[in-house]
């Protein structure tokens, strides 16, 4: 049997520094202010940017609850 701590992601340190890192990165505060505006398939470039990062946290978070989560309950697992 696992322990509580296994099965609950939230305690996970590393799942939290993941999440914290791409929010900060959604957020095009890097960008330098004014200026021209740089297009990359028809978006300004910072747009562009907090979109790539909010498909990757789509992903990261998907991925998390694919693989980290455990959703299967006790008396499940005994019967197995």
């Known amino acids: ?3 509580n701590e296994v099965r609950e992601p939230i305690k996970k340190k590393w799942i939290w520094i993941g999440v914290v ?3 900060l990165a959604i957020v095009p505060w890097y ?3 004014g200026g021209e505006v740089t297009f990359v398939l028809g978006f300004p470039a910072w747009a562009f940017v ?3 990062f909010s ?3 789509c ?3 998907s991925w ?3 693989t980290q989560w455990n959703i ?3 008396l499940e697992e005994e019967e197995k």
């Open 1 to 3: 049997m696992e322990n």
């Open 21 to 23: 890192l791409i929010m």
């Open 31 to 33: 960008f330098p202010k």
């Open 50 to 52: 907090s979109l790539m």
């Open 55 to 57: 498909l990757v946290l």
């Open 59 to 61: 992903g990261y978070l």
């Open 64 to 66: 998390l609850c694919a």
């Open 72 to 74: 299967v309950e006790d």
